[in-house]
């Protein structure tokens, strides 16, 4: 297995600029979902998706969209980037979420990142 | 929102020592999770805890899911360089099932 893959790995745009920020997994998860890594905050949960077709917001979703039309595949949109949105980008997935209670099924594994600057 | 207190937030240790760091919350969480982050690449889980009082370990790596499922410790015995890197708690809970991340712990290990 792969694991989580994404692509690209940096990024520099220009502001109102759009692109879309690629996820995969191969490990036949639910549940995945979108973090931004900014200095000192941690990640912080932009997106999330619990199987296809079902999406839902995170705690900082604005400029961002996301679809989910596989199981595998979990792409974030910026329709018109701004340099706020200047971050590290993470990807991430599980089995499922953690509303069924603790287990080892809503552990999280995480790509590798995309880089992003917006100028 | 639901947030977790990570502390310290930074360590500065000699090779050899034993480093502690914990994650509070306000609320209740189902799960307690234990990433280390390298430069330059994603978090990469080391410990996962899924009941309350529970004791795991990873080599050197020891972490606790706190009685009162409101707080997570982890500890690493005699540190080597490797260890350098920004260590995460995270946990999920009942009521949304997202997964919560603290601050962030960075450790630097001097020879």
């Known amino acids: 297995n792969a694991g989580v893959t994404q692509t690209p790995k940096f990024q520099v745009l220009k502001t109102g600029q759009s692109m879309t920020l690629q996820c995969a997994q191969d490990m036949n998860h639910e549940y995945m979902s979108w973090y931004r890594q900014d200095p000192g905050m941690g990640l912080r949960l932009i997106h999330y998706s619990v199987g296809a077709g079902i999406t839902d917001q995170g705690e900082v979703p604005n400029g961002y969209n996301v679809s989910r039309s596989t199981t595998e595949d979990f792409p974030l949109r910026l329709l018109s980037a701004a340099p706020s949105q200047t971050s590290v980008y993470f990807c991430a997935s599980s089995y499922n979420s953690g509303l069924a209670g603790g287990s080892h099924t809503d552990t999280q594994y995480f790509g590798p990142g995309t880089r992003l600057t917006v100028l | 929102g639901q947030q977790l207190n990570q502390s310290p937030q930074s360590m500065f240790i000699q090779e050899g020592e034993d480093v502690s760091m914990n994650c509070t919350s306000s609320?209740?969480?189902?799960?307690w999770l234990w990433y280390k982050q390298d430069p330059g690449e994603g978090p990469v889980l080391l410990i996962a805890l899924y009941k309350a009082g529970e004791l795991t370990s990873n080599g050197r790596l020891t972490a606790q899911f706190g009685i009162t499922r409101k707080d997570s410790f982890l500890n690493i015995s005699a540190s080597i360089p490797s260890d350098v890197g920004i260590y995460f708690c995270a946990g999920t809970s009942g009521n949304t099932g997202k997964l919560i991340f603290g601050q962030g712990t960075t450790l630097q290990v001097k020879p």
């Open positions: 609320s209740i969480f189902n799960t």
